[in-house]
């Protein structure tokens, strides 16, 4: 299991990047997802967009908000990784986030499992 980090000290937000099997990807995000930190977590998912077949869970359990920006940076993800054939989920969203997803409408764009493990068990169906 290879584990990739990128250190975002002077951000509020932190991201990790587990490989779980040798195709999915679980992007772990800590902090606060604004418009100061949407730079890195685009220029982590433009890593992880170079894979042949992108699929990515977002791990959201530490994920204390998220705005607008935060929230396009995921979607322009989406929209290349389906055009290759993979896809995006989030897990372990908390009550504002899911809130959040279902307000904006993305929660019929994005499939999102309470845990980790819910998403990467989906993934091998």
């Known amino acids: 299991m290879a584990i990739t980090v990128v250190d975002l ?18 992007l772990h995000l800590k902090g606060e997802l604004d418009a100061e930190t949407s ?12 894979r042949p077949v992108p699929r990515i869970v977002v791990d959201l359990t530490d ?17 290349v990784i389906t055009a290759r054939g993979g896809w995006l989920s989030f897990a372990g969203a ?5 809130r959040l997803l279902e307000t904006v409408g993305l929660s019929r764009y ?16």
């Open 110 to 125: 994005f499939a999102i499992f309470p845990e980790v493990d819910d998403a990467i068990a989906a993934s091998q169906l």
């Open 63 to 79: 994920l204390k908000f998220c705005d607008s920006v935060g929230l396009s940076a995921f979607i322009t993800s989406k929209q």
């Open 94 to 98: 908390n009550p504002f986030l899911v």
């Open 39 to 50: 730079a890195k977590l685009r220029s982590t998912l433009a890593d992880l967009l170079e």
């Open 9 to 26: 000290a002077f951000c509020p937000m932190k991201a990790t990047v587990t490989d779980h099997r040798c195709d999915v990807a679980v």
